[in-house]
């Protein structure tokens, strides 16, 4: 069942720019990563699930509740990591988690304390004061803090160290195997591909491609059959190129890493 | 329909403002009232004279009869209706379009809470300021009459006159909340928020020359204060002072219901 449903979302903010026309949805309990290069069109996609924007055609939904007008029910299952972190700078982040957790009327206070551990993140000094990756941190235990069942995340790990990026995905990984249905977008290959089930390319306010992991390496391997002049040095080529040797031929597949895909949509060549 | 966490939050956001006006306007009202006293105003009657049209452009004119009327021509030409202006101005701007701009709208966004509901709690905030600076205005007034003057003030007519004084906040706060909920933008909110009530305020000052620029009073919100007519128990002048508070009514409202529909790029 599709609990994130995006159909034929526009979005034209002129030049060019914006989104059209994009459709994808993500099921219960999936991982979906959204990729894309930067100003492709991620967080404006974001902001229409959000219920920020208002879609000038199409339709997003959340559980079968409309993403603008029902935005309030739809927020209580929502945990959100904006793209942009922007708090409130005269509070401490003390005093801007317990706010949100009143503001939001929940009781946050074990799982607040477990998040701010994992993280090492000292909530105590003025937000204005905060370094880049402190904010990020303040901002994934706001959003994880009341257990949601529906994770949005923009970019979440821009700005953390490289230790911290992977506790995240740790954290990620942990809550999809809760059953929590997950989107998650990224720059980062390394991190959507270790929790991703499916990806979605967007390029220039258009998927690309939408496909499992699995499926997208699938699609971009390429395989070249090769000749040799004997059987035993097609054995030996075999053997070096990892290919699989039929007498003198040997045939060799090379597999893009996600990345070399990624690339290739953005990079204007496509070689299908 | 309000939500206390918010609340919380911008009333201690206001405090500080609240007690710098407080401070300015304990300041001017003692000193004025104070200076109430039949040779001090045949010393202002005399700047009157000498620049009539100075004293005249800020509300000061000749002659005032009691010291109701005395107040009326010191403190509600100037100093009661620049500084609650000022707090409508910075306050109407912070409470939505600056979050807004600024990004930190996506916390309240991003929360089972409606948007009309942050606008209202908002609004909220707005209106207990100005009631806030107002009610103490009052106080200090009647403290400081009552203890110079005992037997000189109508308590009930100060509180008409501060009635109307309110509703000309409200209404003025309501241009600043407006222009704050239609514009994403702090440039803009504020060039409307401060602008249009500074504009018009201009315009009451030339009105108030008299002569031809005495035109100027058809264009500007501030006529439909009279403090004069009120203390002259004129209806006009309170029919004036409902028809600001009506206006602030719809301002408001028209705020939240654009809050909600709006854009938010956040
Ligand atoms: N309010 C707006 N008005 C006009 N153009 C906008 C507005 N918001 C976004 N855009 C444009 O829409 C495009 C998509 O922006 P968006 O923020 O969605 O990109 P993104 O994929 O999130 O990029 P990044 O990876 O850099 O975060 C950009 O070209 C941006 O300039
Ligand atoms: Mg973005």
Redesign the pocket.
């Known amino acids: 069942m599709s609990v994130i449903k995006i159909e034929n979302l526009v979005?034209d903010?002129?030049?060019g720019?914006?989104?059209f026309d994009i459709s994808f949805h993500v099921n219960q309990g999936e991982a979906f990563g959204f990729l894309?290069?930067?100003?492709?069109?991620?967080?404006?996609?974001?902001?229409h699930l959000m219920g920020f924007l208002k879609p000038k055609s199409g339709k997003c939904t959340i559980d079968g509740l409309d993403c603008w007008s029902e935005r309030d029910k739809v927020q209580a299952r929502l945990g959100y990591i904006p793209?942009?972190i922007s708090f409130f700078d005269d509070m401490t982040g003390t005093e801007f988690l317990r706010f949100i957790a009143e503001y939001r009327k929940i009781d946050t206070r074990n799982r607040m304390e477990e998040l701010l551990e994992r993280f090492e993140l000292d909530p105590k000094s003025k937000i204005k004061k905060m370094s880049k990756g402190m904010k990020q941190k303040l901002g994934i235990v706001a959003a994880f803090m009341h257990d949601p069942d529906i994770l949005i995340l923009?970019?979440p790990t821009s700005g953390l160290d490289p230790l911290m990026q992977s506790r995240f995905v740790n954290l990620v990984a942990e809550e999809k195997e809760n059953g929590k249905t997950i989107l998650m977008?990224s720059?980062m290959f390394e991190e959507v591909e270790r929790t991703c089930d499916r990806i979605g390319i967007?390029r220039n306010?258009r998927m690309v491609a939408i496909d499992s992991a699995a499926a997208l390496h699938e699609r971009h391997t390429r395989s070249y059959t090769v000749t040799l002049e004997s059987e035993a040095a097609a054995k030996a080529f075999a053997a070096d190129f990892g290919g699989i040797c039929n007498g003198k031929k040997v045939t060799v597949a090379t597999k893009q890493s996600l990345e070399e895909i990624f690339m290739n949509y953005y990079g204007g060549e496509k070689n299908d | 329909m309000i939500n206390m966490a918010l609340y919380k939050r911008e009333m201690k956001g206001s405090i500080k403002l609240l007690i710098i006006f407080g401070a300015i306007i304990t300041m001017y009202v003692s000193i004025i009232i104070n200076m109430y006293d039949p040779q001090m105003m045949k010393t202002l009657d005399s700047f009157v004279e000498v620049m009539p049209e100075l004293m005249a452009s800020v509300g000061m004119k000749a002659n005032a009869a009691n010291l109701l009327g005395f107040m009326v021509s010191y403190l509600y030409g100037f100093i009661l209706l620049i500084f609650p202006m000022l707090f409508c101005i910075l306050r109407g701007n912070a409470l939505i379009a600056k979050y807004v701009d600024k990004g930190s709208m996506v916390s309240l966004a991003a929360a089972p809470v409606k948007r009309c509901t942050i606008a209202f709690t908002q609004m909220k905030v707005l209106v207990s300021g100005i009631l806030l600076l107002i009610l103490y205005s009052t106080i200090v007034e009647l403290i400081c009459a009552k203890s110079g003057f005992p037997e000189e003030l109508d308590i009930k007519e100060l509180f008409i006159l501060n009635g109307g004084l309110l509703c000309l906040h409200l209404f003025i706060g309501g241009i600043c909340f407006l222009s704050s909920c239609i514009f994403s933008d702090t440039k803009y909110s504020v060039a409307f928020g401060a602008g249009i009530p500074a504009f018009m305020y201009v315009l009451q000052m030339l009105a108030n020359v008299g002569g031809d620029a005495e035109k100027a009073k058809y264009f500007t919100f501030f006529t439909l204060f009279s403090p004069d007519g009120i203390i002259a128990g004129k209806s006009s002048a309170i029919a004036s002072a409902f028809v600001l508070f009506a206006g602030a009514v719809m301002l408001y409202a028209l705020g939240i219901v654009i809050f909600e529909k709006k854009?938010l790029?956040i």
């Not at chain 1, 894309?36 to 902001?47: M, W």
């Open positions: 979005r903010y002129g030049g720019k914006g989104v894309g290069p930067n100003g492709a069109g991620k967080t404006t996609t974001i902001r793209g942009e923009d970019e977008s720059h967007i306010g | 854009d790029p």
